[in-house]
């Protein structure tokens, strides 16, 4: 498997640092707001690296952080008036409820910062030992000009970098591009004792500190969206490489981002998504194959047309497999190799899904003989790219397959009125009803 890396900036052959053993470590949720599509795309992402890892037969060891305190978290507690513990709990429940319901694997452990503080304690130590850290009324600093490789991720130049306008200015720091290791606790903030005084993490150390605890000083894949790549990924290069002596992660991927009118999805901007609320009006396979039909390094556009051209292929996707239900069959071996070929090059979703499509255009012409070994391979693909076909149809299964058993028997005898009757009231709870020269099938809506 070929993986873009964005550090060396070309596609590489994938090899894990320990035989089959993979480290993943993926940058989770701010837990400030509501998970909206554009995190999703980057759930998305990291769930069809863990699925595909795990295809070729590795042992994945994935770890998704949550930042649980944070500037914007203290705001929205603020807001709120709330803990915020409160606050970040809450949202942590949603996200992860959302993610269930999207079929993403879960992580082998979601931390939160604020499970850490020892360790970031730790760490800022080490980073002041080696005299790459600095402190000054309570707030300690990570100076930037002493890590000689600082910039390598992003491709950004220290000397370019010094006459950025964006740059925050504090008083207490030695140089503008110096940024916070531990901050000094301001009144009615929550706040940890440190050899600096009563404060909190800067946000940078938080996933130093995890990755390094459960992973390792050098870890094989680490990512998460394109937009963290500067400051935030850059920093804990400069920071990790700089505790341990060695490279911080083999592999950085990121994913582009899921905009809307061109610009980044967030709360600030006031034009974000809330993935709950489109789960409310999209089956949550839909919204995978929205996702999957682009390449996780191609940015997406939100649009609603496009949501429900994805529905559509849904649903045409559902309709074979109602079709060819109960047929037997084999895999064809010629299209595996075909959708690990796609895979293996950089995770090309696209072209997977695009053969998917193929083998129900071919299996919906295919003979009695055929048809099941289309279903069987079309599935075989499906689910490997995370999509939950099966889940919901199974808890109605029963009651429906005998209403429809039912309304088959009424139409053999002629009852074509009560037969209509009972296809308009399922209909209207969201189950069609497909009649065939065969009987009848049923999908969800």
């Not at 952080?65 to 915020?84: C, L, S």
């Not at 070994?373 to 689910?383: A, K, N």
Request: proline residues 4%; charged residues 30%; contains cysteine.
């Amino acid at each position: 498997m070929k993986l873009y890396n964005t550090l060396s900036r070309e596609k590489e052959d994938f090899k894990p640092l320990k035989g089959k053993e993979v480290s993943v470590y993926y940058c989770g949720m701010t837990l400030q707001e509501s998970p909206h599509i554009g995190h999703i795309r980057a759930a998305l992402t990291s769930d069809i690296l863990h699925r595909y890892l795990k295809y070729l037969g590795y042992e994945v060891n994935l770890i998704v952080n949550f930042t649980d305190i944070d500037d914007k978290v203290i705001v929205k507690a603020e807001e709120e008036g709330k803990d915020y513990r409160e606050i970040a709990a809450y949202f942590e429940n949603e996200y992860r409820d959302v993610i269930g319901r999207l079929n993403i694997l879960e992580p082998a452990f979601y931390p939160r910062a604020t499970q850490h503080i020892e360790e970031i304690i730790k760490l800022v130590q080490k980073l002041e030992k080696k005299k790459f850290a600095y402190q000054k009324d309570g707030d300690v600093f990570f100076s930037v000009r002493k890590f000689k490789d600082y910039g390598k991720l992003s491709g950004k130049k220290v000397k370019d970098l010094r006459s950025g306008s964006r740059i925050k200015v504090n008083k207490n720091k030695e140089d503008p591009l110096d940024f916070v290791l531990w901050k000094k606790a301001k009144p009615s903030e929550p706040a940890w004792f440190s050899p600096w005084g009563k404060g909190r993490p800067g946000w940078h150390i938080e996933c130093s500190a995890m990755a390094n605890y459960y992973l390792g000083d050098t870890i094989d894949i680490h990512g998460g969206g394109s937009d963290l790549i500067f400051p935030h990924h850059e920093n804990e290069i400069a920071q990790s490489e700089t505790a341990t002596g060695k490279p911080f992660a083999k592999f950085w991927v990121h994913n582009e981002m899921l905009n809307i009118k061109g610009e980044k999805m967030s709360k600030s901007l006031l034009n974000f998504v809330p993935i709950r609320d489109l789960l409310g009006e999209f089956d949550p396979n839909v919204v995978r194959l929205y996702i999957l039909q682009a390449h996780y390094r191609n940015p997406i556009d939100y649009n609603t047309e496009m949501l429900k051209q994805a529905a559509s292929g849904w649903e045409k996707i559902v309709n074979f497999l109602n079709i060819s239900k109960g047929a037997g069959g084999k895999l064809f071996s010629n299209l595996i190799e075909d959708f690990e070929g796609k895979m293996n090059e950089d995770l090309g979703t696209p072209g997977a899904v695009a053969l998917a499509f193929d083998i129900v255009n071919e299996g919906l012409k295919a003979d009695k003989k055929e048809i099941g070994s289309f279903r069987e391979t079309l599935s075989f693909i499906l689910g490997n790219l995370g999509f939950d076909f099966g889940k919901e149809k199974q808890e109605l299964s029963p009651a429906i397959e005998e209403i429809v058993r039912l309304r088959n028997d009424l139409r053999d005898e002629g009852d074509y009125g009560t037969a209509d009757r009972i296809r308009a009231v399922l209909e209207k709870s969201g189950i069609f009803i497909q009649d065939n020269s065969q009987g009848s099938i049923w999908r969800l809506k």
